[in-house]
Structure formats: structure tokens, C-alpha cells
């Protein structure tokens, strides 16, 4: 939904002025700078940068600029984006999936911990963080929370364990995502003969 405004809208500053929907279940709370949104996903805050205001009303927010120049301008978009995608962290959650592949890479839930066999000496163990869920099916990694950066950073994490190489296109890559496949010496030997 969030794609279409872009689409609408052009740049993050002309979005900046679309008021947020408060979703029921979902609790906003403003302290001083400071905003609060809980629900059932989870609790999450964020402070308010300066040079923006921030206000609650009919269960809509409203983001506006105290004073208008480039640096406000700026942090305008950003502060409606990161409320918005706050309100729908706490509500329904983000999560990101990763898919394993390579003969002998394994991935398993040890306590909250996620554990992975990538043809290491050892396990790679990505311990429990706070808001974040590991979950483990046939071969694909779910990595869900509330916080959309941290979901985000986590499975870019997890990723880096061991991209997907380029010949055999063995290692950890999104679900769905496209690896560039490069030819082998062999391969390139053969198409030399022709």
C-alpha cells in the first residue's frame, strides 16, 4: 500500500502530508518529543526529530514542519514513513524469508536461537534479539518482528552468513530472489570449441 503513495504522491515530502490511519488495536501514544505505538505485535517508540511536529487526532496523525526549509524538508517524509510503518509493525508484523540451498546447509531452531549449518568447521548461531522471531520450515528461514529496519538488517545478516555464489548459486538468498549465474571454466572451454 505504502508503494502506491509513491507512485501518487512523487517524493517523501509530498507523502509527509498524507495523515496516518490509526488502526483499532493500535495505541499512539506522544511524551514530550517522544512517540509510543503499541499492539499486538509488540511495543515500539522513535523520537520525533527537530524541526517536526507530530500531532494526534480522531485516531489520525498528522506530520507537519515547524518551520519549512531543506533539513526539515528532509526528515519530513522520513518521520510520516517511520510512524506509518510503525503502526502496521505493531499491528500486523513484517518478516523476511530466506531460502537455503547447497547440498548439507541446514538451518534449525535451538531454543530462540537460530542455528545454521553452512559447510563450516563450526554452526553459525544467531542468538535471540528482543522483537525478532526465528522460524525454520524445509529449508526456508523466517526472520519476523515489529521493527521493520531491524527485520530488515537481521535478515540481511543471516544472508551475509553465506551468499548465494554465483557458478552453483549455493548459499542463503531471499525467497524468490534472482541470482546472476556465471559459467564455469568448464563450461566456457566447451563454448570456446564451437
Do not use: C
Request: zero cysteines; aromatic letters at 6%.
Amino acid at each position: 500500500m505504502e508503494e502506491n503513495f509513491f507512485l501518487r504522491f512523487g517524493s517523501m515530502s509530498r507523502l509527509g502530508k498524507i495523515p496516518i490511519e490509526v488502526k483499532t488495536g493500535v495505541n499512539v501514544e506522544k511524551k514530550d518529543n517522544e512517540i509510543t505505538v503499541s499492539g499486538a505485535k509488540g511495543n515500539l517508540s522513535w523520537k520525533v526529530p527537530v524541526g517536526i511536529e507530530v500531532s494526534i487526532k480522531d485516531n489520525k496523525i498528522v506530520v507537519s514542519q515547524k518551520k519549512k526549509d531543506e533539513k526539515t524538508k528532509a526528515l519530513f517524509g522520513l518521520t510520516r514513513m517511520t510512524i506509518a510503518n510503525m503502526i502496521k509493525g505493531v499491528d500486523t508484523g513484517y518478516e523476511k524469508k530466506l531460502e537455503l540451498s547447497g547440498v548439507g546447509f541446514r538451518a534449525q531452531i535451538s531454543g530462540e536461537d537460530l542455528v545454521l549449518s553452512l559447510g563450516f568447521s563450526h554452526p553459525v548461531v544467531f542468538k535471540k534479539i528482543d522483537g525478532i522471531k526465528f522460524g525454520v520450515t524445509e529449508g526456508v528461514i523466517t526472520i519476523s518482528g515489529a521493527n521493520k529496519a531491524l527485520v530488515g538488517d537481521i535478515a540481511a545478516k543471516v544472508r551475509a552468513a553465506r551468499p548465494p555464489e554465483p557458478y552453483k548459486g549455493k548459499g542463503i538468498k531471499y525467497l524468490g530472489e534472482k541470482v546472476r549465474r556465471k559459467a564455469g571454466k568448464a563450461a566456457k572451454a566447451v563454448g570456446g570449441t564451437k
